[in-house]
């Protein structure tokens, strides 16, 4: 009777613990792997971006008539001092491609930074001040909730011009609301806790309270969410210039590429293909960082 | 659980009130109706002219009460292009993009519950780890490029399916899987954890120690427990779809109220604009509060808070 | 003696609402307490969970505004002191050093916390401050820079009664002190805090469900049952000759070590 967990191998708690942290090990080595792919792809994304003028070899909006849509390096007929062939207007793809990285991280993370201030600001207010304050945040996130992204997205741009600076500002304004809601329960969490309580038993100000004692330990949930918004804003920007309502033309943003080569789909596929494998391993690089982060950072949040 | 649904309701109304506000607002300042509808060379006593018979001339507010009431009956005006008016035009679109969001829904569901419950029954297997590994890595592919490749794939090289149009079934398969395939991974995930939750449930032991066999036992007990907060999410989802329909449509040239929308804002057609805005936003908010009050009839813990 | 802290009538309800067309109904949390903390001893507060004790704490502490009622502090009306005069004058010491202590700050910036809120000093003299408390608190000065979670749950508490103590309070409200220590390092906290009260001359609200502990240490003790104050006597006298019902009860539920008082009891 005293050897219970004999019957009951799976009770058996050293068994058990063992199991529980080979699956742990597990996962921070998949946490760490995922940012360190991630974290490395996207690097080397950004250092494209930034060394654009060094690293592309051609201007990338010069035309050139005569050399219209000369196919990739791996096609026929190609042509070696143009390695992605060029568009429908003879312009080096490869350097568009190079140049467009600029517009698409720019619009990433400047509307991650916007949505996150207006998102956290509003969340954490909610948050600690509880009561009427917390009712008519939550009712304007539930009314955010109830609007459509991509349709208010291009009625706005519409409205006031298609551009990067709108397409940022825009988004920025309509993307907030998942950092408002987690920020809003964490800030819940941490206001209960009694080192807040003892904060404002030492006379502590309100914001000095929410900057010094509660911001530092929800911050972690805004790191997260930032990357994850990073990419739904590439994704949304790809879609809006997709559309024409985004980025306009001659930038080289990769949706507006897409659309610039959608004519050409039924007989050179490569011009739609180069800049969507492009649009997607930024996107699935910044994904994996932000899985990676999430995993490292709280475990047990993963399911 | 009647209180709860009365003070949901009361929500749903003030939200859909806001929204109406947004929607009339947003798209009236986008644009001088009344500019629009006298078209580009019209003089500045025209466009008085046009104001006056509009009643374009009144307070924005009253004309945004002029507006709503009329929706309220259906009427949403003119069309500056089209020779119906806004509310036949949006009856006649909204069919295709119901049954795209529709079909769209029902392939994620099909991919994401039997994928959800093989990832419960092995969690952690390599089954769980691939199958989750590639339903994350499709969210980073840009939904309408994804359509493209598929129609080149499908559609060009394969010649399995038509290419673009909406006349017939087979236009729907592409443009269905495509939207489906973003509401997978949120199904999944719901399914693979309320699986876990429930078989790991006292009565689905007894269930097994009855000596039921064990198919019966995952389909008639534990699967049946496990959907529903599943079929919560699904009707949030297909107000997403709604959405992304906008973009699906105008890839695949279907004829919707999302193509109508984005010829309608490329053409500055105002009412068309407001009319689509309010009424995808309404399903939105429908939509929502059902998907509420199925978690709320769930859990009980919801309704107090 | 007259009191230091005293409170009078004290109430604080809450409403509740139970539902969109029932009528709303409050919840005294607090009902008409009046207790007296006399300078230099130690008051218990004893009852069971959810009595109110916690309540009555946060209003001393200015964390919870009373309904009704008055606190004097020296004789004069609480609300007119500012929340910095207030928290110069009382301090508290919580439950949970796991919950009270900011996992993202070093024990330096936590324990001077409130000279740098109040602007008393330069940050040379905080540091200097600070080793002086962790030295009064018997903790080690090499913990000056290390993270709440790098300390033991004893350890946590010693930080958690320094910064309670660098602003010289008069009145240190402890909120279950010690009940979430093990047992072994329990004895060291409760020495500490009986040290300290009386190196310092301190006046202690202990607020507490273990009696044994409130036995040794309260000078008084009041027992609350349901928002109100049933018993308020001399330790020895409540211990010896309970009057309440309810506290007879609470005595009797728990273990008595003294074997002569449960052959009394019986």
């Given at each position: 009777m005293n050897d219970i967990s004999a019957d009951h191998p799976k009770l058996d708690p050293d068994n058990a613990l063992r199991s529980n942290l080979t699956k742990h090990l597990f996962r921070r080595i998949s946490a760490h792997n995922s940012i360190l792919i991630g974290g490395g792809v996207l690097g080397a994304i950004v250092l494209m971006a930034l060394f654009a003028p060094l690293l592309?070899?051609?201007?990338?909006f010069s035309q050139d008539l005569s050399r219209r849509l000369l196919p990739p390096f791996?096609?026929?007929?190609?042509?070696p001092k143009h390695i992605l062939g060029t568009d429908n207007l003879g312009r080096d793809y490869l350097s568009r491609l190079i140049y467009g990285a600029q517009i698409s991280l720019m619009i990433g993370v400047c509307t991650a930074i916007i949505s996150g201030i207006i998102g956290s600001a509003l969340g954490i207010t909610a948050g600690y001040f509880g009561g009427r304050i917390d009712a008519v945040i939550t009712f304007i996130i539930t009314t955010r909730l109830s609007m459509p992204i991509v349709l208010v997205a291009l009625a706005v741009v519409a409205l006031v011009g298609g551009s990067l600076h709108a397409v940022i500002l825009v988004l920025g304004f309509l993307l907030w609301d998942r950092y408002a809601v987690v920020m809003r329960s964490a800030t819940q969490q941490a206001r209960n806790m009694d080192y807040v309580s003892a904060a404002r038993a030492i006379g502590c100000p309100t914001w000095r309270v929410v900057l010094s004692e509660i911001f530092p330990n929800v911050v972690n949930n805004l790191i997260v969410i930032a990357t994850f918004e990073v990419a739904h804003a590439i994704l949304l920007e790809a879609s809006l210039s997709f559309l024409g309502l985004g980025v306009q033309p001659p930038d080289p943003s990769w949706g507006l590429m897409i659309a610039e080569g959608k004519e050409f789909l039924?007989?050179?596929p490569w011009v739609i293909t180069i800049p969507g494998i492009a649009l997607s391993i930024l996107v699935l690089a910044v994904n994996m960082l932000g899985d990676g982060i999430r995993d490292v950072s709280a475990p047990e949040n993963r399911n | 659980m009647l209180n709860f649904t009365v003070r949901r309701i009361v929500l749903v109304m003030l939200v859909a009130l806001t929204v109406s506000v947004i929607a009339f607002f947003l798209v009236r300042l986008s644009g001088d109706l009344a500019t629009a509808l006298a078209g580009e060379d019209a003089n500045a006593q025209e466009i008085a002219d046009i104001k006056k018979i509009y009643g374009l001339d009144r307070p924005l507010i009253v004309q945004y009460a002029d507006w709503l009431l009329s929706a309220l009956r259906g009427d949403f005006g003119a069309s500056?292009?089209?020779?119906?008016t806004v509310g036949e035009l949006v009856a006649m679109r909204l069919p295709t993009t119901l049954l795209l969001a529709f079909s769209g829904l029902v392939v994620s569901l099909l991919i994401g519950i039997p994928f959800g419950v093989i990832a419960a029954l092995k969690p952690d297997s390599w089954v769980d780890r691939i199958s989750m590994s590639i339903a994350v890595a499709g969210q980073a592919i840009p939904t309408f490029w994804m359509g493209l490749m598929l129609m080149v794939l499908f559609?060009?090289?394969?010649?399995?399916?038509?290419?673009?149009?909406?006349?017939?079934?087979?236009?729907f398969i592409l443009p269905a899987f495509t939207l489906g395939y973003y509401s997978t991974p949120p199904i999944m995930r719901l399914t693979r954890s309320g699986m876990l939750e429930v078989l790991s449930a006292d009565y689905i032991r007894t269930a097994y120690a009855k000596g039921l066999k064990p198919l019966r036992v995952l389909f008639k007990h534990a699967l049946r427990n496990a959907v529903i907060p599943v079929v919560a999410l699904a009707s949030v989802q297909f107000g997403h779809m709604l959405s992304g329909a906008i973009v699906i449509e105008s890839v695949f040239a279907m004829q919707g109220i999302g193509y109508l929308a984005w010829e309608s804002i490329l053409r500055n057609d105002i009412a068309v604009i407001q009319a689509i805005l309010l009424i995808v936003c309404l399903f939105y908010v429908g939509l929502t509060f059902i998907s509420d009050l199925l978690n709320a009839w769930l859990d009980p813990r919801i309704r107090v808070s | 003696m007259t009191p230091i802290l005293e409170t009078v009538d004290l109430e604080c309800s809450f409403w509740i609402s139970t539902g969109m067309f029932s009528p709303k109904k409050t919840l005294?949390?607090?009902?008409?307490v009046s207790v007296q903390l006399l300078k230099g001893q130690v008051l218990g507060l004893v009852g069971?969970?959810?009595?109110?004790k916690s309540t009555l704490a946060k209003m001393l502490l200015g964390l919870q505004k009373p309904t009704k009622g008055n606190i004097l502090f020296d004789g004069q009306p609480?609300?007119?002191?500012s929340q910095f005069e207030r928290a110069a004058r009382v301090q508290p010491i919580f439950q949970d050093p796991y919950s009270s202590?900011?996992?993202?700050?070093?024990i330096f910036e936590i324990i001077t916390l409130p000279l740098s809120v109040h602007k008393v000093g330069t940050s040379r003299d905080w540091l200097q401050k600070a080793r002086e408390m962790m030295d009064l608190c018997g903790l080690?000065?090499?913990?000056?820079?290390?993270?709440?979670?790098?300390?033991s749950g004893g350890q946590r508490q010693r930080v958690a009664i320094a910064r309670a103590l660098v602003m010289k309070p008069e009145v240190v409200i402890c909120?279950?002190?010690?009940?979430?220590?093990d047992v072994s390092v329990q004895s060291q906290i409760l020495n500490l805090l009986m040290d300290l009260k009386n190196e310092l001359g301190l006046t202690y609200l202990l607020i507490s469900h273990n009696l044994a502990v409130v036995e040794h240490l309260a000078d008084r003790v009041a027992v609350m049952y349901f928002g109100e104050i049933v018993e308020n006597e001399d330790t020895e006298q409540l211990f010896n000759k309970p009057n309440h019902e309810y506290t007879k009860k609470l005595l009797n539920s728990v273990l008595v070590p003294d074997p002569s008082r449960f052959a009394r009891s019986v």
């Open positions: 592309a070899p051609h201007d990338p791996w096609m026929e007929d190609n042509n039924l007989f050179d | 500056l292009y089209f020779p119906e559609g060009l090289i394969l010649r399995l399916t038509p290419i673009s149009g909406d006349e017939s079934w087979q236009h | 005294a949390a607090v009902n008409g069971e969970s959810g009595c109110g609480f609300e007119r002191l202590l900011n996992p993202r700050k070093t080690a000065s090499r913990y000056l820079n290390s993270y709440p979670s790098q300390l909120d279950e002190p010690t009940s979430a220590l």
